[in-house]
């Protein structure tokens, strides 16, 4: 499941995107159009500076604008920025010990399956198409 901090994210970006332009988007303007906690959104913020996707300007006619386009930015990296984990079971997230039942698993497949085809589609849907 996505969580709030993931939704955020996900809603922070488009409202950005939306909004993109030469001049700098305020972050109380997103929390007022997107009805969030603008300090929730401050607390999302340095993750997506961090990973390249905003950049910030503070002070007056500052906020955050996209380092790119939103053509290029795969709704995939925002969601990997926010979630812990998002395998759908334990044995297949990023750093899981290796299963000792691995190989008579009988739902292992599935399981890989259902994970693939979750990331491939995060990471083929970009930003612009949520606008």
Request: glycine share 10%; charged share 25%.
């Amino acid at each position: 499941m996505i969580s709030t901090r993931g939704r955020y994210a996900l809603k922070v970006m488009i409202d950005i995107a939306g909004h993109d332009s030469d001049s700098y988007v305020p972050m109380k303007d997103v929390a007022a159009r997107q009805g969030l906690s603008h300090k929730y959104i401050e607390q999302i913020i340095p993750a997506l500076k961090k990973a390249g996707l905003v950049e910030g300007v503070h002070g007056k006619g500052g906020g955050y604008k996209l380092c790119k386009p939103a053509s290029e930015i795969p709704v995939g990296k925002i969601l990997r920025l926010t979630e812990r984990e998002l395998a759908p079971v334990s044995c297949l997230s990023e750093n899981a010990t290796e299963c000792m039942r691995a190989g008579e698993c009988k739902t292992i497949k599935f399981w890989k399956g259902l994970n693939d085809t979750v990331n491939n589609y995060i990471d083929n849907v970009m930003l612009s198409e949520l606008l």
